[in-house]
């Protein structure tokens, strides 16, 4: 949102000239990825059943025809003319035997149409005894499967009330009753029933009843009598009836139409079709006669010729309603099951439609709801109009191949592009789902239905599911086998849909080799890497618990396809590629050895460096799935274990806990493979521990003087640094570190399983909640199984060095290199208070008793690898889950989250506004105390949120946060720490020592840093319930840092506009961390002998960073050179602690400085000498520089706090709380101005918090 005041860079950037920063939509966000976002497991998708519980085939026909051709029923009066046509043949016109013959002859042909297969027996005009020997003579072979059951009864009577149909004897002289009751017990289960009769409705209801007769007996039997031939199975219920027409209701007998209409509708649905729509909408169609539409050139079965598009269309329109109206359930049973059934109830919906204009009603069981008036009828109307109209235009060649193709699947496409661009999942779903399905079959259609259903698919696992349901994997498992190279982003992206909702498709892949198809893309180096990220991702799936899936990736050369593309610079590929290769070799050694023979863990090796945590996350798990899980190692896998080892302890620092996460892990299984190894150098360490716990309480006493009490503010006032205290207080502690228990850094072996071992131990104290816990179970478990073993001899091959770095210290300096100290105004208590309240802590536990010992003597190893595990494979996998071509939220014109983003903009622009307000009038004096308090503790850290109303104040402990309208506390955090040192009284917690809000123009996040190098960054901060108050991330920003009362603990500096925090505090270093990438970026020497106290940097310019330090030097770094050469100057005019360095905006850049004994400079970079300066009357305990006004505030020795302006002019004082007998206030602890407004906060040593502001009035936000 550009602003009249701003300009454009030309990097494209926003640039505010009056505020000399990025406008609020040019600013990047820090922390605010996926991974930031909820916990780290997989999506909980409701996976609906789409597959078939069993597939069923008709594998044997029965059609029987009682037709006594010449001789109508007794019971039926038929009108002159009347329907005659039986099976297309009209019986009169031959002799009644021939015509019989002819009839069943043809009705056979219109059934293998449909199923040619099957196994066909006609019964014309049969005998009880004849019916009888076909119904079991079909069973008998059926088996298991489904037997039709098709029956005409057009020469005999209707069927009865007690449920009985009819079939002659053998003369032909009589009807013969036959009850439905013996033809279920013959015909069996399962098996489908069509009835051509008057009154069939009859059928239906008398057939449910027998069937519910036939359970209860069933029911009462005995064992012996269940196999007899009275019993029928229960799933007699589930057979399937056709029936023509009511129970009261005639069959239609209009001359214009066959009498078998029912059967020609089941049987031959196209043919019936045009005739009756020529029939019903002849005057549309002037000049077309019967004889031409039934010489529509083509094959039902040949899509190109016409016939076969009339039938092609017919099948996707009865599809479409039968999807559309059956529940999932039913459809499924009756249109996917048994293609013979799914033809014949498509026909039906036909029928019903035709049917029913004669005022004859179709029925079914199970019973389907009406269809006759849906809408896409009319679609159906019109492609027999457009089709018969060619008839008469112009004529067609006898192959059917020359005509104008119906738009109908084109239009279709088009109707389901419209739902795409308006549905949701809150809608109806599409109703052309199956419609795009049958345009899969069409090469001319295919890329366009391709494309349109990836877009379908891409709205979620929902819409997955649906495509599913409606039968569309088999098409695209079939379309795998195509060469066409235009397919392949659109079939490997639907393919990823599928798989990332349903994995178990993997075992289709495998047994159709489809993987080589993903394999071949995976390998095309020249195709887009989203296209190769999802082909490697399908791989990934295909191989995921499942051996055969491993085996035929192993065989194709899918290690060295993934191994050649790790430098991709697609992130996202590059992940996967990863996650590929781990997959391949889990618990697979033939794989695992193919991986050495390539090299593969040295060359994953470069991605635990990579500027992605996803992708070294995904590297990391890639390492630990490398080690070798076989009980029979040989030298050369153990050699390949401990380099994949040593590179695992690299990642110990890295600032992603979703990488550490994965290194726990990698860890866990490190030490469940190599158990006994751990278990010899836990109980080595154990020994050594008991040895150096002696020696480090002897030294200690050594350099214990008596504890001083806190030091007064005289003394305060009058104490600065001295060289020969900085030197006694370094070795100290010095000292201290060597001798403490709380580590093992003492104890640092040569192998790589002490390496290991003290990395999980610093794991174990890890920032992050999550990770600590992973970590220490590990550790618990090692220290477990070494209390229950016997003790072992000496550990020949572990070689002890006393060695101070941790796994975590910088190469390039030692551990115990000495620290400068601050002045004694600093400390509340002298240096030796930390060696008497924490002595060395212990690294073990007490060993369990001999009760103990025996009830962990079983314990299995592999239950290390139980208890630490992640789902960051499934997490990773639902990526492709979720929704890859919508906007985002934030950037969706139409979303709500976008308006309220705008919202925050305008707001802040209107702060900003305020802000330039007060700098125009002018007036900076502090003399109104709008806002006092009192909190729990001594404030350490305090800051305003830059563009809403409240105050974060931070004492050792706990960070509370002040609604300043209000003026009541919102919330408050507590530091992890104090929680330890509640339950353990001689712990140390490590204070709070940095607070700051990231992100603070959109939404922010919180972030607090303790003087152990911890820094932990929160969301929803301000929730009044605790649970909603979410860690976003937690990491050690500076795991250099020496703890020490005497410190400046933590020190950070954060950079929004390039997401850069910049860490230091009592260490050598300055560590810079980019995080956005959640990496170290470089770390930086500071060159002094002291702790850095204040850190200041140039966030537009990119370049300039100052250290204001303990020994009272500014130091100043350009970014821009190598870490080793970027010191570029040092400032030393100050002679104490630097309370304060500051970098004024602008383009002169101009540096302050402030120190504990008053001494205020200005400084130009480019000289090394102050430009100006000025003095206070006290020395100093807090000081804040406003970064636009001309406002110094300084908090003084003897309780005092005064406003300068830069020439030194005093603008206010304050020595009292407002009010009536206003008390004195308190040494000023913190004070932070506002960023953009004339405010300043205040923390004192008498546990106040207050705020001051000018006393004139500026108009509200």
């Known amino acids: 949102m550009a602003a009249k005041n701003t300009v454009s860079t030309e990097n494209g950037e926003i640039f505010d000239e009056s505020e000399g920063e990025l406008v609020d939509s040019q600013l990047p966000v820090a922390c605010h990825e996926k991974r930031h976002f909820g916990n780290i497991e997989g999506s909980k998708l409701c996976l609906q059943c789409w597959r078939m519980k069993e597939r069923m085939k008709t594998v044997s026909v029965a059609l029987v025809l009682c037709l006594n051709v010449g001789v109508d029923p007794p019971d039926v009066v038929k009108i002159s003319p009347c329907a005659r046509m039986e099976c297309w043949i009209d019986p009169h016109t031959m002799s009644p035997q ?68 009819w079939v002659f004897n053998k003369s032909y002289t009589q009807y013969i009753p036959l009850s439905l009751y013996d033809l279920q017990i013959w015909m069996g289960s399962p098996s489908i029933y069509v009835f051509d009769c008057s009154n069939a409705g009859i059928i239906i209801d008398l057939f449910k009843t027998f069937t519910t007769q036939r359970e209860q007996e069933s029911a009462q039997t005995t064992a012996a009598q269940i196999n007899t031939e009275q019993s029928v199975p229960s799933s007699i219920k589930n ?103 799914a033809s014949l109830f498509r026909n039906f919906l036909l029928a019903e439609r035709i049917m029913r204009s004669y005022n004859c009603i179709p029925i079914s069981s199970p019973k389907l709801p009406s269809s006759h008036q849906h809408y896409m009828w009319q679609a159906w109307d019109l492609a027999l109009d ?14 059917g191949m020359t005509f104008i193709h119906s738009p109908f699947f084109a239009e279709q496409l088009t109707a389901f592009k419209v739902w795409l661009d308006y549905g949701t999942e809150s809608r109806r779903p599409p109703e052309q789902l199956p419609i795009v399905l049958q345009v899969l079959l069409s090469q001319v259609h295919r890329v366009r239905a391709l494309d349109l259903l990836g877009k379908f698919l891409d709205l979620g696992s929902w819409a997955v599911n649906l495509a599913l349901s409606v039968g569309i994997f088999p098409y695209v498992l079939k379309l795998l086998q195509s060469s066409a190279k235009e397919l392949r982003p659109l079939l490997v992206f639907i393919w990823a849909k599928i798989l990332a909702v349903d994995p178990s498709c993997q075992t289709d892949l495998v047994k159709d080799s489809g993987h080589k198809y993903f394999l071949g893309l995976l390998s095309e180096t020249t195709a887009a890497p989203e296209h190769r ?85 995904a590297t990391v798990f890639a390492l630990g799935t490398f080690v070798s899980r076989s009980p029979d190692r040989t030298d050369h896998s153990v050699a390949v274990d401990v380099n994949v080892g040593n590179l695992l302890v690299t990642c110990i620092t890295d600032g992603s806990p979703l990488v550490r996460k994965e290194l726990v892990v990698a860890f866990g299984g490190y030490v469940s493979v190599y158990i006994s190894q751990f278990v010899n150098l836990v109980k080595r360490i154990q020994e050594e521990e008991k040895e150096r716990m002696a020696m480090s309480l002897d030294m200690a006493s050594m350099f214990a003087p008596p504890r001083p009490v806190a030091a007064s503010s005289h003394q305060l006032s009058t ?107 600093m400390m509340n208590a002298s240096s030796n208070q930390y060696s008497i309240n924490h002595p060395p802590r212990k690294v073990f536990e007490k060993i369990p008793s001999s009760t103990q010992l025996e009830e962990n003597k079983e314990e299995d190893n592999s239950s290390i690898t139980d208890k630490v595990n992640t789902q960051f494979f499934e997490w990773s996998c639902r990526y492709f889950s979720e929704s890859l071509m919508c906007l985002k939220k934030d950037h969706d014109p139409e979303s709500k989250a976008y308006h309220q983003r705008q919202y925050r903009f305008l707001r802040n622009a209107r702060v900003r506004s305020q802000g330039r307000e007060q700098m125009r009038a002018g007036v900076n004096r502090l003399d109104d105390q709008m806002f006092v308090n009192r909190v729990n503790a001594v404030p350490t850290a305090i800051k305003f949120h830059p563009y809403e109303n409240f105050l974060a104040v931070a004492d050792s402990y706990n960070v509370s946060f002040w609604d300043l309208e209000q003026g009541t506390k919102v919330s408050e955090l507590t530091n992890p720490a104090a929680l330890e040192r509640a339950s353990q009284p001689l712990f140390r917690a490590s204070r709070i020592t940095s607070i700051d809000f990231m992100n603070p123009h959109d939404i922010a996040l919180f972030m607090f840093c303790t003087e152990d190098g911890a820094i932990r960054i929160y969301r929803n901060f301000l929730s009044l319930n605790e649970y909603e108050r979410e860690l976003v991330t937690a990491f050690k920003g500076l795991s250099e840092i020496l703890p020490s009362e005497r410190g400046s603990g933590l020190v950070t500096e954060w ?87 500051h970098l004024q905006r602008g383009s002169e850049g101009k540096i302050v400085s402030a120190c504990c004994d008053g001494d205020i400079r200005f400084w130009d970079p480019r000289f090394t000498d102050s430009v100006r300066k000025f003095n206070t009357p006290t020395p100093l305990s807090s000081v804040d520089i406003h970064p636009r006004a001309d406002i110094i505030a300084c908090g003084s020795t003897n309780q005092c706090m005064t406003a300068y302006s830069p020439t030194g002019t005093v603008l206010s004082t304050v020595k009292y709380h407002e009010g009536f007998l206003g008390q004195r206030i308190g040494n000023a602890s913190c004070m932070s101005f506002h960023p953009y407004l004339v405010k300043l906060a205040t923390g004192s040593a008498d546990c106040f918090v207050s705020i001051y502001t000018t006393a004139r009035n500026i108009p509200p936000l």
């Open 719 to 825: 104490m600065t640094t001295s060289p020969s205290t900085d030197s006694l207080g370094d070795e100290r502690l010095v000292i201290r570190r060597v001798s403490s228990g709380a580590s093992i850094t003492g104890h640092t072996f040569v192998t790589v399983y002490s390496s290991m071992w003290q990395a999980l131990n610093e794991l174990a104290a890890d920032p992050h909640p999550q990770v600590a816990v992973m970590a220490k179970s590990v550790v618990d478990a090692v220290k477990k199984k070494a209390s229950t073993t016997a003790r072992p001899r000496q550990v020949v091959q572990a070689v002890v060095t006393q060695n101070n770095h941790s796994i975590a210290s910088s190469p390039s300096r030692p551990a115990n290199m000495p620290l400068g100290t601050p002045p004694q105004n």
């Open 1055 to 1141: 950079e929004q506009e390039t997401t850069t925090l910049i860490t230091s505090g009592n260490a050598r270093i300055i560590r810079l961390w980019d995080m956005q990438k959640e990496t170290k970026i470089c770390d930086i020497s500071t060159g002094a002998d002291s702790c850095v106290t204040s850190l200041a940097s140039d966030p537009l310019g990119k370049s300039l960073l100052i250290a204001g330090c303990g020994d009272g030097s500014v130091r100043l770094f350009d970014r821009r050179l190598n870490p080793a050469e970027c010191r570029v100057m040092t400032l030393k005019e100050h002679n104490s602690w630097v309370l304060k360095v």
């Open 386 to 399: 457009l089709c018969l109209q060619q008839l008469t235009l112009k004529p067609i060649s006898p192959d």
């Open 98 to 165: 021939k015509a019989l013959e002819t009839i069943g002859s043809n009705l056979q042909k219109q059934y293998e149409r449909w199923q040619p297969k099957a196994r066909y027996k006609q019964s014309l005009d049969p005998t009880v005894e004849e019916m009888k020997k076909l119904c079991v003579s079909l069973r008998r072979n059926a088996k298991e499967e489904r037997v039709l059951f098709h029956y005409i009864g057009h020469g005999v009577p209707k069927p009865t009330s007690n449920g009985e149909i």
């Open 239 to 341: 057979s399937i009836l056709l029936a023509a027409c009511g129970s009261t209701e005639n069959l239609p007998m209009n001359p214009d139409l066959p009498a078998d209409l029912f059967t020609s509708c089941l049987t031959t649905p196209v043919k019936v079709a045009l005739r009756w729509y020529v029939l019903n909408n002849r005057s549309l169609v002037p000049g077309l006669t019967m004889d031409m539409v039934d010489k529509i050139p083509g094959q039902l079965s040949d899509r190109r010729t016409m016939l076969g598009e009339l039938n092609w269309i017919f099948t996707a329109i009865t599809d479409t309603i039968a999807w559309n109206l059956l529940p999932r359930e039913l459809f499924q049973k009756l249109f996917r099951q048994d293609l013979l059934v």
């Open 533 to 617: 990220t999802m082909a490697a991702f399908v791989m990934a799936i295909i191989m995921n618990n499942y051996a055969p899936g491993r085996e035929a990736a192993l065989k194709d050369n899918t290690i060295s396809t993934c191994l050649e593309q790790l430098s991709d610079p697609n992130a996202h590929l590059r992940q996967w590629l990863a996650l590929c290769l781990a997959k391949v070799w889990t618990n697979f050694d033939n794989a695992r050895w193919c991986g050495v023979r390539d090299r593969a863990h040295e060359k994953l090796s470069k991605l635990l460096s990579d500027p992605e945590p996803e992708v070294r996350a």
